[in-house]
């Protein structure tokens, strides 16, 4: 053990489980560090950027051996104590790496040397003439009218990043002498709000006051409101009390889809600067609205999973809307849940956490039943929207046109002619799910997956929607050389075709990935939905969740049956949360909604009683199911995951690990597997994976501890990919 006076143990970006330890750079004066400043420091032949966690006096490492960090790069810590202390507590829980964990939670350009912006944030405002000009009498100028109406609501400015135009358009208005740039320093007019005009219900009231009378504390609560009860005008008036206080609220969301609706509701509500973090963001963009959020100057931020990492000098509120979405958990790399990282963050800063949602988690569920969170119930739709009417196609002895029902046509049609907009939901884009030669049955597949390939008409190529790649779709059939190639099943693609076909003249739109990859285009899709001129909407789960279509009267599933028979034992609680949140996008103003489902298994029992009896009849049934099964939430599991280029590679390694369980002699922990993963060779690799289970989490958190060290020191673990997921949302 080596002692001496200034040692810096830092966490350096590495796959490796622990921290480093470096002297002190030449010239710097330890006592004007600390913990969360970034250190340049030299690591194996390359130069990196780590975080310092500590100065401390021993060291495992000869004095001798230590190298000196290279530079200091910040005068004040770019994560605070209480960001570094979660995000130490979620590399031991989740049992990552610390180097990359604190990595991931910074924006990309600080962690390639950027300082953040110290001279403020660019922003712009009106001027005095802008206040007079009306956004209605830009009609013909749409991009400038967006801008102004923006503008408009929030006095104080808005961040030059939320502005989602070019910088052509501000320049224009700029050069009218409509509005001016300006930049937000820490500690500018965040603005003032006033109460809200809006009349909160009963329900919404009492779950207002029930969250207030423990603001100021721990709290955490699930609101569980039906679709169309309200839910957002209960987050924005909590988020007012918030900002009264002088404190800032975050919100998180699962999905970029439903952000956008988001900020425009906070936009309209309150005259304050926004910092929105998401993907669909340039790495400028996510940097300057990061330094929103913790300088202070933004009071509301919003964002996806990621944002949890927000820091936040006043906090008062965490948000997180559709708090049972997969989306939530990060599925590679560090795989933490935004969610359950919102509950111990709360904890920590002894505020209040209000999780919300249609069709909450089993997890949720249980730690209400556990006395662990507190419910608020929104039983019913607000203003004189009544919950739609439920009706099962049976399509086993059918003719699908393109994977529409003869019953389903047929109740479009008279919705349009009733001036109704229809939603149509199929989670399946491009044209066919395969290509299939009708003379020897040969099937398109992927070289590299064990899958089939996706037929994208408006390309006319093969997509692997698992691995990205692509190739031309085949003029002769491979096996036989026949040339009898027809696309099987559909997708939104083929779908959006035959509407085309069957319903000439009325505007319709698809919203899907594919459709969706330009910025911007998510937003405008949505706008153009929202507004009704489309008359028929189609799309993926980017469509079905968390928007508010005043005017869809109708939706139709497609196909309902994907998670009724899959070995995923989450699958199902995952199929009712899909149906009831797209079914919840119809007859949500004052004309009856009617929800038709294609399926064909209409007698299925989970089925029956979901449309029967609704949501929290058929979460009561799966808790039950998994208590007597002893699946999670009961109790706790990990998937110890690995990959190979050589299958018995990945297997021979879990197998090993498991010899290395039972050696361990760690009691209260079963042990499934290993076997093959449900698509075992993906991206051109060999996946397997051992599944941990036990009663007590603490059992096994003790035994993931001594494991996941031991094999950073293996051979074995050297030769594939392994990973360890705490708390999956899925077992693929």
């Given at each position: 053990m080596t002692v001496h006076n200034n040692i810096l143990r830092i966490a350096v970006p590495s796959p490796l489980y622990r921290s480093f330890d470096y002297l002190l750079p030449t010239g710097v004066e330890?006592?004007?560090?600390?913990?969360?400043?970034?250190?340049?420091?030299?690591?194996?032949?390359?130069?990196?950027?780590?975080?310092?966690?500590?100065?401390?006096?021993?060291?495992?490492?000869?004095?001798?051996?230590?190298?000196?960090?290279?530079?200091?790069?910040?005068?004040?810590?770019?994560?605070?104590?209480?960001?570094?202390?979660?995000?130490?507590?979620?590399?031991?829980?989740y049992h990552h790496p610390i180097g990359d964990a604190l990595t991931a939670a910074l924006p990309v350009l600080l962690r390639r040397g950027e300082a953040p912006e110290a001279g403020g944030i660019p922003a712009w405002r009106l001027t005095a003439a802008g206040r007079k000009i009306d956004s209605a009498t830009l009609a013909r100028a749409p991009r400038q009218q967006t801008v102004i109406a923006t503008l408009h609501g929030q006095p104080p400015g808005v961040a030059r990043n939320t502005l989602d135009t070019s910088a052509?358009?501000?320049?224009?208005?700029?050069?009218?002498?409509?509005?001016?740039?300006?930049?937000?320093?820490?500690?500018?007019?965040?603005?003032?709000?006033?109460?809200?005009?809006?009349?909160?219900?009963?329900?919404?009231?009492?779950?207002?006051?029930?969250?207030?009378?423990?603001?100021?504390?721990?709290?955490?609560?699930?609101?569980?409101?039906?679709?169309?009860?309200?839910?957002?005008?209960?987050?924005?008036?909590?988020?007012?009390?918030?900002?009264?206080?002088?404190?800032?609220?975050?919100?998180?969301?699962?999905?970029?889809?439903?952000?956008?609706?988001?900020v425009d509701r906070f936009r309209q509500r309150f005259p304050v600067p926004l910092a929105v973090l998401h993907s669909g963001l340039s790495e400028r963009e996510r940097l300057t609205a990061w330094q929103l959020a913790r300088t202070g100057t933004a009071p509301v931020i919003i964002g996806t999973r990621s944002a949890i990492f927000t820091p936040l000098p006043r906090p008062g509120l965490i948000l997180v809307d559709e708090e049972h979405d997969a989306s939530l958990k990060q599925q590679d790399g560090f795989r933490y849940s935004a969610r359950d990282l919102a509950i111990w963050r709360a904890r920590q800063l002894d505020i209040p956490v209000v999780l919300g949602s249609a069709t909450p988690s089993l997890e949720s569920l249980l730690n209400v039943e556990q006395k662990r969170y507190q419910r608020l119930d929104l039983p019913e739709r607000t203003g004189v929207a009544r919950p739609p009417a439920f009706r099962?196609?049976?399509?086993?002895?059918?003719?699908?046109?393109?994977?529409?029902?003869?019953?389903?046509?047929?109740?479009?049609?008279?919705?349009?002619?009733a001036a109704g907009q229809v939603l149509l939901f199929l989670n399946r884009r491009g044209f066919a799910p395969t290509l299939m030669c009708y003379g020897c049955d040969w099937v398109a597949e992927c070289r590299r997956c064990d899958a089939r390939m996706t037929w994208h008409q408006h390309d006319g190529r093969l997509h692997c929607h698992h691995c990205g790649s692509q190739r031309p779709v085949d003029s002769v059939c491979p096996s036989c050389q026949g040339t009898d190639l027809h696309p099987v099943g559909q997708g939104t693609e083929r779908v959006e075709q035959a509407l085309a076909t069957h319903f000439p003249g009325v505007e319709h739109i698809r919203i899907d990935r594919d459709t969706t990859r330009r910025k911007g285009e998510l937003d405008r899709l949505l706008g153009q939905a929202r507004s009704g001129t489309s008359r028929i909407l189609l799309g993926t789960q980017m469509l079905a969740k968390g928007h508010h279509f005043p005017n869809v009267t109708l939706v139709g599933i497609l196909d309902a049956d994907h998670g009724l028979f899959s070995t995923d034992f989450r699958a199902s609680e995952r199929m009712a949360q899909l149906i009831v949140q797209v079914a919840g996008r119809a007859g949500r103003h004052e004309r009856p909604g009617e929800v038709l489902i294609q399926t064909c298994h209409p007698e299925h029992p989970l089925l029956q009683l979901l449309i029967t009896q609704g949501y929290p009849a058929f979460a009561r049934a799966a808790l039950t199911e998994r208590r007597t099964a002893q699946m999670p939430p009961v109790t706790s599991m990990a998937l110890l995951r690995a990959e190979a280029p050589a299958a018995d590679t990945a297997m021979g390694f879990l197998a090993s690990i498991q010899q290395r369980i039972r050696a361990t002699g760690l009691p209260g922990v079963d042990v499934w597997g290993p076997v093959p993963a449900t698509m075992e060779r993906r991206a051109g690799r060999f996946r397997a994976q051992l599944m941990l289970q036990s009663a007590q989490r603490g059992d096994l958190q003790r035994l993931l501890s001594t494991l996941v060290r031991q094999l950073e020191h293996t051979k074995e673990a050297r030769q594939v990919r392994w990973s360890v997921d705490v708390d999956p949302v899925d077992t693929y």
């Open positions: 330890p006592h004007a560090l600390q913990a969360g400043v970034r250190v340049r420091v030299p690591f194996g032949r390359r130069t990196v950027i780590g975080v310092l966690l500590d100065i401390t006096t021993e060291s495992a490492v000869a004095i001798d051996k230590l190298k000196p960090a290279l530079a200091v790069l910040d005068s004040e810590p770019v994560l605070n104590s209480d960001i570094l202390s979660m995000v130490q507590w979620a590399s031991d829980y052509t358009v501000l320049r224009t208005l700029a050069e009218k002498g409509w509005i001016e740039s300006f930049h937000l320093t820490p500690g500018s007019d965040i603005g003032t709000t006033t109460p809200s005009p809006h009349t909160l219900n009963p329900a919404q009231q009492h779950a207002v006051d029930a969250i207030l009378k423990q603001y100021g504390q721990f709290s955490p609560f699930l609101l569980e409101g039906v679709t169309g009860s309200g839910k957002t005008e209960v987050y924005l008036t909590l988020v007012e009390h918030a900002l009264a206080r002088q404190q800032q609220a975050l919100v998180l969301v699962p999905e970029i889809g439903l952000t956008p609706q988001l099962l196609v049976d399509i086993r002895e059918q003719r699908l046109e393109d994977g529409l029902s003869t019953a389903l046509l047929k109740r479009i049609q008279e919705h349009l002619d």
